[in-house]
């Protein structure tokens, strides 16, 4: 009898599957849920329209204010950037709720549980929404960011100043802000579950709080309030040198959008979906 000759696999079974294609199915399935819902897209449409509309009533303070007969609150020429970095502390909680809906509506619908038994590894699932969220917000970032600068330049006028690498350099300032400020509501919105929660979680962290602690004009409590994640924002946008420099003020934004991850990271390895 003839022998058959040997068949050669494809590929040999010793060969290992590619570390990175777990990773990469789950960031692909993040990725789709995304933009397969219409909110992401009212979301965004949302956010041009409010980095719009406060650019420009921020841009009408500013006139007013040089043309008003009171010298003392003349701001003088105002930078483009500085009116759009001020537009974002409104339109950053439109953007932010990327972040936020990308795991709560899940909660929320129990579709959360067939995430999970896609990927089982609630880390890979968080890290992977992680991407997704950065990878949308920060080119919405610069979206809102070059609209916020094109309407806020023809409205300051003579009042205005728009250097092309300043200003470029404000709008990418901007879209890294937003992209870790979203990274920072999936992180509480892992560890809440509830949309309102982390909402009211984010405002307090956002705003409230440092308010409440800058108010008294203690020196001890605004030290204090000068490491939350938006006033160091706002220092990093505004490219101060005190109380500390701007890349400072980035790298504690950056801190917290990873305490948030591990937070939420945590609470989804400890908790039933």
Known sequence: MTALPAVTPTRPASRPAPVGRPFTGAVAAEWTKLWSVRSTWWTLLAAVLT????????????????????PTVNPGVVPVGEVVAGALE????????????SITSEYATGT??????????????????????????FPAGLLVGTVGAAVAGPVL?????????????????????????GVLALGLAAALRGAVLTLTVLFALLMIVP???????????????????????????????????AAVGLLLLAGWAVAALALGSWALRRRDA
Not at 158 to 171: F, I, S
Not at 172 to 179: D, F, G, I, Q
């Open 51 to 70: 980095m719009a509309a406060t650019a420009g009533q921020l841009a009408i303070y500013a006139v007013n204010a040089n043309t008003d007969d009171d």
């Open 90 to 101: 409104l339109t950053q909680y439109v953007v932010l709720a990327i972040g936020l809906f």
């Open 112 to 137: 959360i549980r067939t995430t999970l038994r896609c990927t089982p590894s609630r880390v890979r699932v968080l890290a992977a929404k992680a991407v997704v969220v950065g990878a949308v917000t």
């Open 157 to 181: 006028g003579e009042w205005g100043r728009a250097p092309l690498g300043g200003t470029v350099a404000d709008v990418v300032a901007s879209a890294a802000y937003l992209a870790l400020v």
């Open 211 to 245: 308010l409440s602690l800058q108010e008294p004009g203690i020196t001890a409590l605004t030290r204090i309030a000068d490491a939350f994640p938006g006033v160091a924002g706002n220092h990093f946008l505004a490219g101060d040198t005190e109380p500390y420099p």
